[in-house]
């Protein structure tokens, strides 16, 4: 039995059963049978089931909010946050899935002559194991696309918030999904690895451990996955950027759900003209924001997923201010508040290579960095483990756009920090340690198919298949050779 309670209050929110790990292969099972018929529905039929559901979660938006604040013990906004972009997630897919998930005529092996089509098929039954961070956006926000695009899914929640991935499930059902088509196993390290013997795609989103064991066991049955992992993400300041904006953004970037998402703004360069005008700006802003729990939208900064995550996150600060980093802002103990808030923290005189600069903290600090020149921000911002997300403060559009070029990252926001989630035509994911694969835009939907490439040749008895084999001379092998370079210079047909 999984007991959960909010994180924020102590409170008793709920309970789901662990599932047993023998009724895993019979669950996927059920999902394998039902997902023949739902591959073949047409794309509309599917549709019609995700956009009333996604009008039922805006109906229903405050169930939907208290369900992720119970168990996560986030801020309203961070909640807020997730709905909306599920709700977005949907509203893309159900516009623009359809032409992604359409069969293409491409060109022919011989042009003119033969004629090839590119579909995608469903790979049958999708894995997702999911973390704790964004229980409704990580969960339900990937399942849709893998179910418009005709799989099933079996969803692993994090063990630690199992709860709002039941509710999302139940409203799919109100829609008119059927339950075997997204099946929910609960349970922690074992449930995942058991699930992972039988589906047929991995899509797993946590932290990079874990990641390696993921990738480890796909390979061992050779299954196709994806992997969303952790990040060290950095934002730069140039001289010339709007300080006021960027110190915002930053608070944006770095505070959001307790610093607690994968694209969080931990480490950031600044030019040393601007920088402690920026560091002033920041630390004031930051002392302003109100750190606590309530179901109303007045606080900015919310708990912590757990005390044990708390105090590790507290203990980083600690150890940082030991080694001679300054406090700009934050780093105080809030056990006024109880025992899983972190005061939002900035600090400086941070030693690059300290742990608080290089591991994820996965919390809401961040350190401030002065440099000399841009060179110098985008070799430091590069010298990472990690290349998942990165943020560019600048004067002028030309001047950001060349150092995104040049950062080992999987997104860039110019003149934001986390407007990427939102941006649901572009790919999201990692480069390096953070991950391979990626959500969102067309990859995000396509990751959930195989390609299936038919060929068909206008001539009947397979005449182009053994065409080499008619040549019998040398003459004709050359005059071959002389089609195939003439073949180079014919525009339309290369
Ligand atoms: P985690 O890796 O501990 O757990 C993630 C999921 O993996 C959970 O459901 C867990 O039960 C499961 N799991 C545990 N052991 C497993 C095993 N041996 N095999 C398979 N699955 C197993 O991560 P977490 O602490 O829940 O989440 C925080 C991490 O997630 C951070 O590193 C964060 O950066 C990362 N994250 C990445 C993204 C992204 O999109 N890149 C998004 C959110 C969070």
Known sequence: MLEIRNPATGERVGS???????HIPDLVAGARKSQKAWGALRFSERAGILGRFHDLILDRSDEVLDAIQSETGKSRRDALAELVTVAGTARYYLAHGEGFLAS???????????????????HGVVGLIVPWN??????????????????????????ITPLTAVLGKTLLEKSGLEPELLGIVQGGAEAATELLR??????????????????????????????????????????????????EGLLAGAFSNAGQTCISIERVYVEAPVFDR?????????????????RAFDMDVGSMIHAAHAAKVQDSIDAAVRAGATVLAGANRRSDLGTTFVEPTILTHVDQRAPIATEETFGPVVSLHRVGSRDEAIALANDSQYGLHASVWAGGSAPAMGIAHQLEAGSVAINSTLLIYNAFDLPMGGVKLSGIGRRHAEQGILRYTQARSIVRSFESGGGYDNMLGRIRSNKAAAAILKAVRLWRRIPGIR
């Open 134 to 159: 964004y229980p409704f956006l990580l969960s339900i926000g990937d399942a849709l696309p893998a179910l418009l695009a005709g799989n099933a899914v079996m969803l692993k929640p994090s063990e």
């Open 198 to 247: 039988h589906i047929d795609y991995m899509g797993f989103t946590g932290s990079t451990a874990t990641g390696r064991k993921v990738a480890v066991a796909a390979a061992k049955r050779l299954i196709p996955f994806s992997l969303e992992l952790g990040g060290k993400n950095p934002m730069i300041v140039l001289k010339d950027a709007p300080l006021q904006e960027a110190a």
């Open 278 to 294: 920026f560091s002033a700006l920041v630390a004031d802003r930051t002392k302003a924001l109100k750190v606590g729990w309530s």
């Open 104 to 122: 293409q005529r491409k060109r022919g092996a011989i042009p003119l002559l033969t004629h090839s089509t590119l579909d995608h098929r469903p």
């Open 16 to 22: 789901v059963e662990r599932t047993p790990l023998e």
